[in-house]
């Protein structure tokens, strides 16, 4: 039997299994018909000739309309139908199920125009004109994020063969040797050519004689636009139901008649393109450029990826942009003004879809996971504007931090104690901590995924210093009061306690895969209730007659080293416990132990259950079955006010103990093992401190106040600058010498301007004390101290404190050793972008599919493996797009499996898109990124493309220096790559340098007599042997050998091979020896042979960076290989788009 946890790098488990067999192969067999339905239709664009598209039978019609609105062909048309043998095909309905076979043809039709089509055309024709900037990204908008893959990848196709050696500069940049103290963030986001934006029009923009009158409504007039070419012409334009052609009007005279000549076309861009040839030229260019790009590059992510450094570039103007943000249209979704979206219904009844088979599945599982992306962009926006103050609340009466808010139909409230509502929990910072704690048991429940039980939708966001708590509203809640509404749980803390069968069947179905053990408390008339979830948990019928729960902060159970009680009975706390302290007094009790936790513990006390007969570990380990192994958690068993009965007593007594003993787990098998991060713990305290400071900063100062706390905790300079408003003061001070006026008084009174190095050093002392218990030393007096001391890099702190505060700061090189100058001004912080948590929804039978996978791969069934997750990646491909964390797994999977059966070509192309899907998803900085660049460099290795793979290894180590500094494990794995790739490039001093610091590094991490350790002095060895110094060579192979021996014996394979390889170098110097001598002898003899000075042969090279990574091949035979390798190309091309 296998223990119950989960498998590696599987996505987030917790979700039903099937237990039939059977259902498992129809649900694969499914799949294959799924993949095998691709075909070729025609595509007849009006006035052009067809052309050919490879579509997918499970594609909707609208995925179909989406695609065609990206092609090169047709990618000017947005307002158009498809029609099939003159029927307009459903937009909703998926090409298999209409009978659309290979070869037919599909026209498209063009449609009359709307209001809402000519605004949604006109942002399509300023995406394709934009589309080669990257400003969208750097500002956080449009669902654009940063990748920068293809500039390292683009030009090396393995084309060069033999002379690339000669032609390629193998020196890297002189801040990413070893020793270098630098770290530069220019190249963090390198200037890329192909990014450069190519200017096809001057400027385009909404024109003020907008909306149209009556009188010209009624010929169609939907709105008017100003163009500015590039030959300096100004053009009035119609948008009208049939389409855009020029008119009559001026800037100051209206007359919309039709100008000379009468162009009428249904495209924006086919109009340009008539009457400017400079656009016509240019946008030709733009569309060759957009067309090279990787589809991963171009393609928008589900969610929004903000990155925490930019460059500071120029305002343009953006008539798209400004009318989004038009004062009279806050509010309103920006493709259908004036309507709202009913959140909560449309997450509901997308969530009551049927599941029965996979299609419907996928399909169900793709409506939610489209809603939810959209609620959470809607819910991001409107925290964004309650925080602006854009937003009227329903409580205008009460302190701005009591306030609630309904925008867009989501019900917003704000991370405070709101009527001391959390008072007995830890007030404030309680509160603050509870939006998170029920947003992780919102995920559970959600991905339980009980038919008939509804959560609401859920975000927290946290701008500005302010969590805000975004969810749908229950419908009806909001006529009554929420104490009424309660049919199950308690809303005071279990001083009232309501019970309804409804939910309790409901949630007893969760409470195997939750861990939750079904119980009893007492009421306020002291009668037993029945239970399934924590006491706080809220059962609500909806007026639409759903069975609602909410308020879901203790659907884990609570971690009892941090519930601190002057009551507690200090003879059932643990020796563990006790001689460390715990438990503890903490800012709040809600710490919980979450899934990840629980798992861990749950195998630990597995691995008890199985060795002990089955009744005696039953009782031994907590498990509430006397037959089989199940353990659960009570959530309220140490909640304070929860009355438990007196038959109950043995009960909660043996939960009581079962919750210790995960503490005391915890302290002596997990905590220990983990070596504290003081910079860490540095930041998450500065965070707590920044959170609050923000909340006493004015809109007008948010740019001084942030530089001021950033030079406050980073910069060496004792002489901080005036942090007030530059501009208003200067023009103040010039013209009013007696008064400033009360506004600039406020900014140089603030409280925040007050703040002082030393005074943010003591705050953080305090808090890394009192919040996480950790003592930094008293000698250390500042935070300059502590980063000498434990050898830190401000900008590693500042990448970490920028990314978890949502700050975004220009990219410079900035000065932090300077004592004379402060590092940060105001024009360095560009912007602050809100931080969102949201629930991670994924496909359940690719879940599924990917876990047998990893089984079949552990049993060396890589035919297997390799088809299960091609099947995986082909469900969440549907369901999630593939800009998503689980297809990233799943092509990282894919290349391995590739990669281990020689096909480097297939390998290369799935890790290429698994990087850039993590740049994308992750950021280009995160640690996930760099160890898929790492992996890629090796394929790229493999396959012939040397200069690119040290590239990528380049770009892997500055990324790591960067984000960690050259004190990492990390970075031995890449110095040892680097060395290796550089010894196959012949470039002996360059490839020592990365060498000796990876033996350094493995000595430190992995200990001197690690085989690692053993490893890096062969490789050394190798090098002094290319170089002919074979008396280096033997010393290091010497002190490699004695390793080897000691750890694994004599008879080890890589001991043997150590011995062998030690004759060869002893061999190589005594007759390099004996030929010295000859020289230096002067007399004639018999020829001695030279010396071979060996330079290792890829497939060598290819050997020990597979021994780096940890890549160990399993030996096929030549027809398994080849079998292998048939089903592999089969798959590969079902898969290709």
């Not at 996971?369 to 205008?396: C, E, Q, W």
């Not at 690690?1010 to 170089?1027: C, I, W």
Request: overall charge neutral; some cysteine.
């Amino acid at each position: 039997t296998a223990p119950p946890g989960q498998l590696e790098e599987s996505p987030e488990d917790g979700r039903p299994q099937q237990s039939d067999a059977d259902k498992r192969k129809l649900s694969i067999s499914d799949i294959v018909d799924l993949q095998e339905t691709d075909f070729t239709v025609r595509i007849q664009p009006p006035g052009t000739e067809s052309f050919e598209l490879q579509v997918s039978g499970q594609m909707l019609v609208v995925e179909l309309h989406q695609v065609l609105m990206e092609h090169e062909i047709t990618c000017h048309r947005t307002c158009f139908s498809l029609q099939l043998g003159g029927i307009v095909l459903d937009s909703l309905t998926d090409l298999r199920s209409m009978g659309i076979q290979d070869g037919v043809l599909i026209k498209v039709v063009e449609d009359s125009y709307t209001v809402r089509d000519a605004r949604l055309h006109l942002r399509h024709v300023r995406d394709l004109l934009r589309s080669l900037d990257p400003t969208d990204a750097y500002n956080g908008v449009n669902c654009r994020s940063l990748s920068y893959l293809t500039f390292y990848t683009r030009g090396d196709k393995g084309s060069r063969g033999a002379s690339e050696k000669e032609s390629f500069d193998c020196s890297p940049p002189e801040y990413i040797l070893p020793g270098c103290k630098d770290r530069p963030l220019t190249p963090l986001q390198p200037l890329r050519d192909d990014w450069k934006p190519l200017q096809c029009l001057r400027v385009l923009t909404m024109s003020s004689w907008n909306p149209p009158p009556g009188n010209r409504k009624m010929h169609g007039d939907l709105m008017y636009i100003n163009v500015l070419t590039m030959e300096n012409r100004e053009l009035n334009i119609t948008s009208s139901t049939r389409g855009f052609y020029l008119n009559q009007s001026t800037a100051f005279n209206f007359n919309p008649k039709p100008a000379v000549p009468k162009i009428l076309c249904h495209s924006l861009v086919e109009l340009l393109s008539q009457v400017s040839p400079a656009f016509r030229k240019t946008f030709s260019a733009l569309q060759k450029k957009r067309v090279q790009q990787h589809p991963f590059e171009r393609i928008a992510a589900p969610f929004q990826v903000f990155t925490w450094i930019a460059r500071h570039g120029d305002h343009t103007l953006d008539c798209v942009r400004a009318e989004e943000t038009h004062t009279s249209r806050m509010g309103q979704d920006e493709h259908t003004a004036g309507q709202s979206r009913d959140w909560n219904e449309e997450l509901q009844g997308c969530r009551e879809l049927t599941r029965n088979s996979l299609q419907e599945r996928l399909q169900r599982e793709r409506s939610i996971f489209k809603t939810n992306s959209d609620f959470v962009a809607a819910a991001t926006r409107g925290a964004v504007a309650v925080i602006d103050g854009n937003v009227m609340p329903l409580n205008p009466g009460e302190a701005p931090h009591l306030q609630m808010f309904i925008w867009n139909n989501l019900f917003f409230s704000l991370g405070f104690d709101i009527a001391e509502h959390y008072r007995p929990l830890g007030g404030n910072t309680a509160a603050h901590a509870a939006a998170m704690c029920d947003l992780r048991g919102a995920q559970a429940y959600a991905s339980v995924d009980i038919e008939g039980l509804y959560t609401l939708g859920t975000a927290v966001v946290d701008y500005r210093g302010i969590r805000v708590i975004a969810q749908t509203i229950v419908p009806g809640i909001l006529e009554k009061n929420q104490e009424q509404s309660v049919v199950y749980g308690s809303n005071d803390y279990g001083k009232t306690v309501f019970t309804h069968p409804r939910f309790l069947k409901l949630l007893d179905k969760t409470s195997k895969p939750l861990r939750i053990q079904r119980h009893q408390v007492l009421d306020h008339s002291s009668s037993p209730v029945e239970l399934c979830s924590g006491i706080e948990t809220k059962g609500i019928l909806g007026n639409d007659g759903r069975p609602y729960i909410l308020d879901l902060l203790r659907t884990f159970p609570p971690d009892l080293n941090f519930q601190f009680s002057e009551t507690e009975e200090r003879r059932e706390v643990p020796k563990e416990c006790q001689s460390f302290g715990y438990p503890r007094q903490h800012h709040h009790s809600l710490a919980r132990l979450f899934d990840c936790v629980l798992i861990i513990v749950i195998m630990h006390s597995y691995f008890t259950f199985v060795e002990n007969v089955i009744m005696k570990a039953c009782e031994a380990v907590g498990s509430v079955s006397d037959s089989c192994f199940d353990i659960r958690f009570n959530p309220n068993v140490c909640s304070p006010g929860v009355r438990f009965s007196s038959e109950c007593v043995e009960e909660v007594q043996r939960q009581r103990q079962l919750l210790w003993d995960t503490a005391a787990f915890l302290l002596s098998n997990q905590i220990a093992a983990v070596r504290i991060s003081i910079s860490e713990v540095i930041i998450r305290s500065a965070k707590h401190i920044f959170r609050t400071y923000l909340q006493d900063v004015e809109p007008a100062a948010f740019s001084a106040a942030v530089s001021h706390f950033l030079n406050c905790l980073l910069s060496s300079s004792s002489c901080l600058t005036d942090s007030c408003s530059d501009e208003l003061l200067s023009r103040r001070r010039s013209r009013r010498r007696r008064s400033h006026g009360s506004r600039v008084t406020l900014l140089t009174d603030s409280v925040w301007a007050r703040l002082t190095p030393s005074e943010l050093w003591g705050r953080i002392r305090t808090e890394a004390g009192v919040y996480y218990h950790y003592t930094i030393d008293r000698c250390v007096e500042s935070v300059d101290g502590v980063i000498e001391k434990h050898s830190l890099q401000r900008i590693s702190l500042l990448r970490e404190l920028a990314i978890k505060t949502g700050i975004q700061v220009q990219l410079r090189e900035y000065v932090f050793e300077s004592r004379h100058r402060p590092v940060f001004g105001e024009e360095d912080v560009i912007n602050m972008f809100p931080v969102v948590k949201h629930l991670k929804l994924t496909a359940t039978d690719a879940t599924r599919l990917v876990q047998h996978a990893q089984v079949a791969v552990q049993q060396g069934l890589l035919k297997d493996g390799y088809e299960l997750i091609s099947h995986a990646l082909t469900l969440f491909s549907s369901v999630c797009g593939v800009l998503h964390e689980d297809v990233c797994m799943c092509l990282r999977l894919l290349g391995r499996i590739c990669y281990i059966l020689g096909e480097y070509a297939d390998a290369l192309s799935h890790q290429e898109k698994a990087v850039m899907t993590s740049e994308r998803m992750k950021g280009i900085d995160h640690p996930q990124t760099i160890q898929e660049y790492i992996y890629l460099a090796l394929y790229c290795f493999a396959g012939g493309r040397h200069a690119t793979s040290l590239h990528l290894l380049y770009r892997a180590r500055y990324l790591t220096l960067l984000v960690s500094g050259e004190d990492h494990p990390q970075v031995a794995q890449l110095d040892s790559m680097l060395g290796l790739v550089l010894h196959g490039l012949m470039e002996y001093e360059l490839s020592l340098k990365f060498l000796q610091n990876a033996l350094i590094s493995t000595s430190k991490y992995h200990g001197a007599t690690s085989l690692k350790h053993a490893h890096s002095y062969h490789l050394l060895a190798t090098v002094y042997e290319s170089k002919g110094e074979f008396r280096s060579a033997l010393q290091h192979e010497k002190e490699a050998y004695s390793i080897y021996k000691s750890q694994v014996g004599e008879n080890h394979d890589s001991t043997k091979e150590s011995s062998e390889y030690l004759k060869s170098l002893t061999q190589q110097a005594v007759i390099l020896q004996k030929a010295i001598n000859h020289i230096y002898s002067n007399r004639p003899s018999a020829c001695i042979p030279p010396p071979k000075f060996s330079t290792p042969s890829p497939l060598t090279i290819l050997q020990q960076l597979n021994l780096t990574c940890g890549i160990i091949l399993i030996p096929l035979s030549a027809k398994e290989i080849a079998d292998l390798r048939t089903e592999l190309k089969g798959n590969n091309c079902r898969q290709q788009p």
